[in-house]
């Protein structure tokens, strides 16, 4: 269900193009790359999208959540994080799973430009990690046009994820496209930045571990992949998370293993709505049919992502 997740076709292309970018300035070296579909009220309610690992504002699951999200009366704003969606030469730092600074500024411009509108933010897999992070640093605090926030395919504990990701051929190969993607972002860095990425920065790496043990970890202060893992896990956010939340994952994720410590954590945060289904595979969940029946009947076979508009129609409008 995975594969089917990300090669099964949407029909979304029209979409898509006719979508409107603009650049984000996060601080003095670093801009992001929004990609908008806008309503024609001013004030209508905003819903704002962070995407996976290695994925992109492009991403089919946000494209889909995107498109159900307008029709529903939604503006919606899919954040490419720094360095993706072909951004790498925008900034010369890279990302890691506790990065908040992108969606913070992203948040703030929308507070500053349509400060009438409620605010949703969804973030899948690596994505949600950085939703979650953020929520934590807002605490009861947050922007007061943000009323929500949705997780899905979340990995809450880095550890058990890395582990997974080195074990069984599907996870390997998917560890290796995305290193392949991260080789090719380091190679184009090292050519803009030599000061900051040597000319072999690509090499020296074989996997998730060595490359975090390499480059993120020191890149943003953490001591070694085991601290990166141990301090940037999005568990570490929940108890600071005061915003009401969606969670979404599936029990087949082949990428983001549960294990009990992270169920009892996501159970103890009475704000958190888990969904747990047993099927879905990662950011996925890819139905036999729509559910529901009659009105309540979904638009498409997607489960999660009508889960999702659902849910921040409920909060938001």
């Known amino acids: 269900m995975t594969i089917a997740g990300a090669r099964w076709p949407r029909g979304l292309e029209e979409f898509e193009e006719e979508a409107r970018d603009f650049w984000l300035h996060v601080d003095r070296e670093t801009s ?3 990609e908008t579909h806008w309503q024609r009220d001013p004030e209508a309610p905003v819903l ?5 690992l290695m ?3 492009r991403s089919p699951y946000m ?3 995107a498109a159900k999200a307008f029709a529903r009366g939604f503006s919606t704003l899919r954040l490419n994080i720094r360095n993706c969606g072909g951004t790498w030469d925008r900034t010369p730092t890279l990302y890691n799973a506790a990065l908040t600074e992108d969606l913070q500024a992203l948040t703030a411009w929308v507070g500053e430009h349509h400060p009438r509108s409620r605010v949703g933010v969804a973030g899948f897999s690596i994505g949600g990690s950085i939703v979650a992070h953020t929520a934590a640093l807002w605490g009861s605090k947050p922007p007061a046009d943000v009323r ?4 899905v395919s979340t990995p809450f504990n880095l550890v058990t994820c890395c582990r997974a ?4 051929l599907m996870n390997r190969l998917y560890m290796q496209n995305f290193l392949r993607g991260f080789r090719a972002a380091l190679r184009g860095k090292a050519e803009l930045y030599p000061h900051l990425y040597p000319f072999d920065a690509a090499r020296g790496f074989r996997d998730f571990y ?7 970890a020191p890149s943003f202060g953490y001591r070694s992949a085991n601290d990166y893992y141990n301090r940037a896990s999005a568990l570490k956010a929940l108890p600071g998370i005061e915003l009401p939340g969606l969670v979404i994952h599936s029990e087949d994720d082949p990428l983001v293993p549960y294990n009990a410590r992270d169920l009892a954590g996501l159970r103890a945060r009475p704000n958190l709505q888990l969904l747990m289904t047993r099927w879905g595979g990662h950011n996925a969940f890819l139905g036999a049919a729509p559910a529901g029946e009659g009105s309540n009947r979904d638009v498409d076979r997607w ?3 009508n889960r999702l508009v659902q849910w921040f129609s409920a909060v938001c409008q």
Do not use: N, P
């Open 63 to 65: 494209l889909g959540t």
């Open 210 to 216: 060595t490359m975090d043990h390499l480059w993120t």
């Open 48 to 52: 704002i999208l962070v995407h996976g």
């Open 303 to 305: 489960w999660a992502e």
């Open 32 to 34: 992001v790359k929004i």
């Open 148 to 151: 929500a926030i949705s997780l």
């Open 55 to 57: 994925g992109s504002a």
């Open 165 to 168: 990701m080195h074990t069984g």
